[in-house]
């Protein structure tokens, strides 16, 4: 077998479909939070296809620069593949032989890259000389998109494509079917606007995903979980009972239907499955930010119960603090094992805050704040929360103001834009109440009217802004650039 030039070999290698050539950024995910993540997959996930998790494990270790462990899992890849399938077998080897190709590449093993190169064309030949051979495979495009999902939520867009393309070549795959209704899912989480019922096309492709996956009780919780965004929570109760009754031991279902409960209002019955899937996963992020968000709403409960009989805050104080440093205890750990989880700083700043550990709440929104890889949805959030830990904690207006700006400054269209605006204009219209009204009051509703466009309206407050202070050439110039866009 005769070695091309590096050059040639890279050529080549550029050319297969594995994760080296997927575009998966490494400053798009934390190698140490993803390799613990896969390696809970492989404990618990009752799938025959494990040998996509090693895979993935394989090109994280060579992120992490270990190449005999990722050699060591690509190994077992390929066991999986041998122990599990019987039909289509070859094609799964695919992504496998790729991975193991560029992984010889970087350890300058260029005659073993060479061959798994070579092994891979042999696949692509054999599968062209059967009816309706292509280049094209499912079992590629499936495994890239749930590579994608794993990766992280930039990528949910991009795995939707792949499962589409999947499905388009094998349409009732319930793999590619169970890939497809997640992606969707995520993305309509992530997509904060609420939408009419009929515009979820999660709904239809969970129900089908679960006719195709019938044993398959995660599916079922997500399932539940959209049936109850949609008020049918008794329909999604019944499916959050049947995934139990299947798999009463599966951390990964009992996060979702803690989930399900917690929205529910069952704090209780939440926090107990969430204890018991901490127990298997002592280090899953999302299991402590639950339990967290748990004892953070038994606090807000208390709260509620004492606006309407103030004399119970005496009686509550004690169990308001148990929740509140329980739930700093969860915040925390979740930072310990992810320090990248952007709203749970700002969870537990908040919570610091209730024990009036002012300097810590700084600290904390001070920190998440310096992040460069915050997405604008992010920030608005951060902004807005650190402008009421200011207003509310500090009693500092002028910093609230700024900070509720920087959120607001923010276009992407969003409920937090929405409480930004309110709480700027809820500031402005108090100054301008006062007698005699604060100049800046004016201007403060004008810059809010700038921002969403209203030009005339921003005229009219810097017009008023300019009565009460004539020779304010901040005031001047905002007014002349503002006229120049009429």
Not at 102 to 118: G, L, S
Not at 162 to 175: G, I, V
């Amino acid at each position: 077998m005769s070695v091309p030039s590096k050059i040639a070999l890279k050529s080549s290698l550029l050319q297969l479909q594995c994760h080296f050539t997927w575009r998966l950024l490494e400053k798009d995910g934390n190698a140490d939070e993803l390799k613990e993540r896969l390696d809970y997959q492989l404990i618990y996930l009752v799938t025959s296809n494990k040998y996509m998790v090693y895979n993935l494990l394989a090109y994280i270790m060579h992120l992490k620069g270990d190449y005999t462990e990722a050699i060591d899992n690509l190994k077992k890849a390929e066991e999986n593949v041998e122990d599990n399938n019987t039909d289509g077998k070859r094609k799964k080897f695919l992504v496998t032989f790729g991975n193991y190709a560029w992984i010889y590449f970087h350890m300058n093993q260029y005659e073993k890259a060479q061959m798994y190169i070579e092994k891979i064309n042999h696949i692509y030949d054999e599968i062209k000389q059967l009816p309706n051979g292509t280049n094209k495979i499912a079992e590629v495009y499936g495994e890239q998109g749930w590579s994608l999902l794993n990766f992280g939520e930039q990528y949910y867009e991009k795995a939707k494509e792949c499962f589409e393309k999947a499905l388009e070549l094998n349409p009732e795959e319930p793999e590619w079917c169970s890939g497809h209704a997640i992606a969707v899912y995520r993305l309509e989480d992530l997509n904060i606007k609420k939408c009419e019922a009929s515009e979820y096309k999660s709904l239809e492709l969970l129900q089908h995903a679960v006719e195709v996956n019938p044993k398959d009780a995660v599916l079922k919780a997500l399932l539940a979980l959209k049936l109850q965004e949609l008020n049918r929570d008794k329909e999604g109760r019944t499916y959050i009972e049947e995934a139990l009754q299947q798999a009463p031991n599966l951390p990964y279902l009992l996060r979702y239907v803690a989930k399900f409960y917690r929205k529910a209002g069952l704090i209780d019955e939440a926090l107990s499955v969430l204890k018991e899937a901490v127990d298997l996963m002592p280090t899953s992020d999302f299991l402590h930010h639950q339990i967290g968000l748990c004892y953070r709403q038994k606090m807000i409960n208390l709260r509620k119960l004492e606006k309407e009989n103030p004399q119970l805050r005496y009686v509550h104080q004690a169990q308001v603090n148990e929740f509140v440093n329980k739930a700093i205890f969860h915040f925390e750990k979740v930072l310990e094992h992810k320090k990248t989880f952007v709203y749970a700083y700002t969870d537990l700043a908040n919570m610091y805050s209730e024990i009036k550990a002012y300097q810590k709440a700084d600290d904390t929104f001070k920190q998440v704040l310096q992040f460069t890889y915050l997405t604008d949805e992010e920030k608005q959030q951060v902004n807005l929360a650190y402008g009421r830990f200011q207003e509310y904690h500090r009693r500092s207006e002028s910093e609230a103001i700024k900070y509720y700006k920087e959120s607001f400054q923010i276009s992407y269209p969003s409920p937090t834009r929405d409480l930004s605006e309110k709480a700027l204009k809820r500031l402005a219209e108090r100054k301008i109440k006062i007698y005699p009204p604060q100049v800046s009051g004016f201007e403060l509703l004008g810059f809010v009217y700038k921002n969403n466009g209203n030009i005339k309206d921003a005229i009219a407050c810097y017009e008023k802004a300019l009565k009460f202070d004539p020779g304010n050439d901040e005031y001047l110039s905002e007014l002349c650039n503002l006229k120049l866009k009429i």
